[in-house]
């Protein structure tokens, strides 16, 4: 397998946990899950952050955003029934909506305004 095909099922894997579990796997599930080891997975990890694939932690090799999603809170929320995600921002919360299919309620503020906004998006497919 190359760099280039390690790191893309690396990321798939990042994404599809985020969707399905609602959080970022550590840096050990990943090298379960792409069979291989804790020093390969964070080599790839760096690299992906390079192609702004994901963000890491400053001074720490874990994921912190992995678009569209974020391991943080903020002020843009995606819930899908009872499943939600963080997103850093509203582009991103579009992003999550097309990634989980179906209808979604994005809570968030616009702006500098104090009242919360939520926006019902329901299947949304790339164009």
Known sequence: MTQQQFDSLLHHHIVTTFIHEGYAPTNEQLAQKVVSSVDDVEAGLLRLQAS?????????????????????????????????????????????????????????RIGGEAEPVQIDVADVRPG
């Open 52 to 108: 702004h694939g994901v963000v890491l932690h400053p001074g720490r090799c874990e994921l912190w955003v992995i678009h569209p999603f974020s391991s943080s809170p903020t002020h843009t929320w995606v819930q899908a029934g009872k499943q939600g995600w963080w997103a850093p921002c509203m582009w991103c919360a579009l992003g999550i909506a097309a990634l989980v299919k179906g209808k979604v309620t994005v809570h968030t």
